[in-house]
């Protein structure tokens, strides 16, 4: 009989990782890291509870690590078989994936060197060495309609609006003649925003849904994230501060980017420079241009006599990828915005740009993400007075704006409206990727709305499918 373990984003947003099984069949859906609490980050480390070699396949929702992270642990503790996922989530992988072990090993070298690991030895969880082997394995499938992973399991993708290539996938199994359709949301983006496309709800009757919960307990907040960008911009300038924005390269940025460079086109705030700071630093617009199909902006590449330029670039664009570069960031006196990883503060080089402005009070940091139980950002978010950066308590004097406008998650009324999309009551519905309150909160909701049973995914929990 087909079956389901939850081996990960069961209780908690990362981890994401789904073993089916049928036909004699192994298929992983989605590979990802355990961020934020140590509790949670120990599980990195641990060897799942099946051996990775007896898995036949692996199919991927969208690149963001919590989804694509463990895949060069996977991969060097004996995984060999094909990862399918397409085109713009291959190349994004790709990028999160090297930009992810490099700074590990940038952080582990600094650990050693200044001795604030809880670890005797730190050590990074794998190196650029283990990424190169992931990279032969991924294969392409396409964006839209369907696939036939194997005889057994056959995909088909939906734009969820998250990320450039994120999905939805609506996985048929067949085993022994018998059909049983499990849909998994993966992360759903918002409806009404600027550059991705709406998130399509799969029209098939799933027999079984695993639905991600992250905003399930929230609505983000209202108003107009172009006005609330415009006044933090010019308060900010104002006061000759500067702006962190802990965000990857990729992604929320340019939704930052597109709306700074709105604003500066119709001179509602000054043209001060924007530095996009990641080891893996290139040019998101080449990216937009590559993958037309997942985004509806227009591009003209130098500024044109209609006045349009690159809507992903503002007046002022700088990317660093250099350590010295980044560190060189730090010199500058006058007013600036900085983005870089990571989103949730958990590592990465916004660790420097933070101990540095943190302790002035005419700095910014504006958090967009969702920020996870036990992640510096949640601490910054929950008011908290001091952070701990490079070992060292650094006191927190910069305003904290929180943009929810700016999540690539739907709120709770979104995930609603997405489950509304579907036919037909799923026999079985699984509440992942939320932390206990979200998930709760959601499950409460869909029964009310819907009169549907849903219950919450456990950690390492089987489930058998189709019952
Ligand atoms: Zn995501």
């Known amino acids: 009989m087909a079956k389901l373990t939850f081996l990960g984003a069961a209780g908690c947003v990362t981890g994401s990782k789904y073993l089916l099984e049928a036909g004699g069949k192994r298929l992983l859906v989605d590979c990802g890291l355990f961020q934020g609490t140590s509790e949670l980050k120990d599980r990195n480390w641990k060897p799942l509870p099946i ?144 550059i991705l496309k709406e998130p399509t709800t799969p029209p098939s009757s799933a027999d079984v849904l695993i639905c991600e919960s992250t905003y399930g307990d929230r609505e983000h907040q209202d108003g107009n994230p172009e006005e609330l960008l415009a006044q933090i911009v010019n ?32 001179q509602r705030i000054p043209r001060v420079p924007v530095y996009v700071d990641s080891p893996m630093a290139l040019s998101a617009t080449d990216l937009y241009m590559k993958h037309k199909e997942d985004h509806d902006l227009e591009f003209a590449r130098e500024e044109g006599s209609d006045g349009k330029g690159d809507p992903l670039s503002v007046h002022e664009f700088h990317l660093t990828r250099s350590a010295e570069e980044s560190k060189a960031i730090n010199k500058v006196k006058t007013p600036c915005i900085i983005i870089s990883a990571s989103g949730m503060v958990s590592g990465g080089r916004v660790l420097h740009h933070l101990a540095l402005r943190l302790p002035d009070a005419k700095n910014a940091v504006i958090l967009a993400g969702f920020q996870a139980e036990g992640t510096r950002g949640r601490a910054l978010q929950e008011g908290a007075k001091t952070l701990n950066l490079f070992g060292q308590a650094v006191p927190v004097c910069a305003e904290i704006v929180e943009m929810g406008q700016f999540s690539a998650h739907a709120g709770k009324s979104e995930l609603l409206r997405w489950l509304s999309g579907f036919p037909a009551t799923p026999k079985q519905t699984y509440l992942t990727h939320g932390e206990p309150t979200a998930a709760q909160a959601l499950q409460g909701a869909i029964q009310e709305k819907f009169r549907w049973e849903a219950a919450w995914a456990r950690y390492l929990d089987t489930v058998p499918l189709g019952t």
């Open 235 to 266: 308060r900010v300038v104002k006061r000759g501060g500067s702006i962190v924005i802990p965000a990857f390269a990729i992604g929320r940025t340019q939704t930052f980017m597109y709306y700074l460079r709105q604003l500066e086109d119709q």
């Open 51 to 194: 051996d990775p070699k007896t898995i036949d396949y692996a199919v991927l929702t969208h690149a963001h690590l919590d989804h694509t992270g463990w895949l060069p642990v996977l991969v060097r503790d004996g995984y060999r078989g094909p990862i399918f996922a397409n085109p713009a989530t291959i190349e994004l992988t790709e990028i999160l994936l090297k930009d992810s072990a490099h700074l590990q090993e940038e952080e582990t070298k600094q650990a050693w060197k200044k001795k604030y690991s809880r670890h005797e030895e730190p050590r990074s969880l794998y190196t650029p060495e283990d990424v190169d082997p992931v990279l032969q394995q991924l294969k392409t499938m396409p964006r839209s309609g369907g696939f036939d992973i194997s005889p057994e399991f056959h995909v088909a993708s939906f734009d969820a609006g998250h990320i450039l290539g994120s999905s939805s996938l609506e996985l048929t199994i067949n085993e022994g003649g018998k059909k049983i359709v499990v849909v998994f949301s993966g992360d759903i983006g918002r409806y009404g925003q600027p």
